[in-house]
């Protein structure tokens, strides 16, 4: 089974920057998407990004669309969170994970509601926190 460790949290100020890490114990296959995930005191998980190799396809939840860019380096089992233009309501614990093999081709909207439903979840995550 393939464990995540999350990594890159912290406290910013609105409008500040963060870039989460995402360290995977193997490589990434290439029918494998990473998604990263976040979840605030009280409400649902949501997806946020998802990267998919093989093709290099990026999904990005309509919120952060602009403002995040996923990227990974596979050679380092590595998938990357860069936030930017950090807003209040980005304050959550962050989550990466890994998709069942079948993310892309069922759904392929990290948005969804569902999304979660096609990822596992290893990891502990990491919080990030943006005041006004």
């Known amino acids: 089974q393939v464990q995540v460790v999350e990594s890159g949290g912290g406290s910013v100020q609105a409008g500040g920057s963060l870039r989460l890490s995402c360290a995977a114990s193997a490589y990434i296959y290439s029918n494998k998407c990473m998604g990263w995930f976040r979840q605030a005191p009280g409400k649902e998980r949501e997806g946020v990004a998802a990267i998919c190799t093989g093709g290099g396809s990026t999904y990005y939840a309509d919120s952060v669309k602009g403002r995040f860019t996923i990227s990974q380096d596979n050679a380092e089992k590595t998938t990357y969170l860069q936030m930017n233009s950090l807003k209040p309501e980005d304050t959550a614990m962050y989550y990466c994970?890994?998709?069942?093999?079948?993310?892309?081709?069922?759904?392929?909207?990290?948005?969804?509601?569902?999304?979660?439903?096609?990822?596992?979840?290893r990891g502990q995550g990491t919080q990030v926190t943006v005041s006004s």
């Open positions: 994970a890994m998709d069942f093999g079948t993310f892309r081709e069922s759904l392929g909207d990290i948005g969804a509601t569902r999304a979660a439903h096609y990822f596992v979840f």
